[in-house]
């Protein structure tokens, strides 16, 4: 069984532009996480997705990031503009449904550097 | 608000020997699931334990097991015979009736020849 796939995996930018990183899940998982690691800290939810429909967005900040997952599938982040504080390791998981006993399944991470 | 704490940023342990890391927790909730993740150098999140709070005796996996204290809200893990694949960052994480999971700041293992 294939893992969770993200793109790309390492990402530098400078400050003020705009960023996308792309996710597919695990085939047949309804539910898609977007977490944001930074250095030295354990991974932040930013946004949960049940099928194609936003579960949890509270820290998400909507001023500059955004989040889609059109047809229930493959989800893609985008940053704009980056700030130096956004410099992380974006990770994608997805799970096959909501709840707490549902495992969570990560990808490899997209490393973003903001200069 | 739902906190996980892991006191010991980084451990080190002679391969073949046991180690323990430590995590607390402070929830109000009474049903909740405990686990811990794995991420090595690679960065790939694996989970490698889990526990349900309802649920006393404590769960084992092969070399791994855990030390639930639902009194002290401390949940340790253990990992016997340790081998150098065991090194990684360890992340105690929590989740309660809101599904969301919440890791702790994580503990860097590095196990020696």
């Known amino acids: 069984e294939a893992g969770v796939a993200q793109s790309p995996r390492y990402k530098i930018i400078e400050k003020r532009q705009s960023v996308a990183f792309w996710c597919n899940p695990i085939?047949?998982?309804?539910?898609l996480y977007w977490y944001q690691q930074i250095l030295g800290q354990g991974p932040k939810l930013l946004i949960q997705?049940?099928?194609?429909?936003?579960?949890?967005d509270s820290q998400l900040p909507k001023d500059r990031f955004s989040a889609e997952r059109l047809k229930g599938v493959d989800s893609t982040l985008k940053i704009q503009p980056a700030k130096l504080e956004d410099s992380a390791v974006y990770l994608c998981?997805?799970?096959?449904?909501?709840?707490?006993?549902?495992?969570?399944?990560f990808g490899p991470g997209t490393r973003l550097t903001v200069t | 608000a739902q906190t996980v704490t892991q006191s010991q940023p980084e451990m080190s342990v002679q391969e073949a020997e046991t180690v323990t890391l430590s995590c607390t927790y402070d929830?109000?909730?009474?049903?909740?699931?405990l686990f811990w993740y794995k991420q090595p150098p690679s960065r790939q999140m694996i989970l490698v334990i889990r526990?349900?709070?309802?649920?006393?005796q404590n769960a084992t996996e092969n070399r791994f097991s855990v030390n639930f204290q639902k009194a002290a809200k401390s949940f340790s893990l253990k990992i016997s015979d340790s081998q150098l694949g065991d090194t990684a960052m360890y992340f105690c994480?929590?989740?309660?009736?809101?599904?969301?999971?919440?890791f702790g700041t994580g503990t860097r293992l590095q196990v020696f020849p």
């Open positions: 998981a997805s799970s096959l449904g909501v709840g707490r006993a549902n495992e969570q399944y």
């Open positions: 085939s047949g998982h309804a539910t």
């Open positions: 997705f049940q099928n194609n429909g936003v579960v949890d």
């Open positions: 929830t109000s909730e009474n049903n909740y699931y």
């Open positions: 526990q349900e709070a309802y649920k006393q």
């Open positions: 994480a929590f989740v309660d009736n809101t599904d969301k999971l919440i």
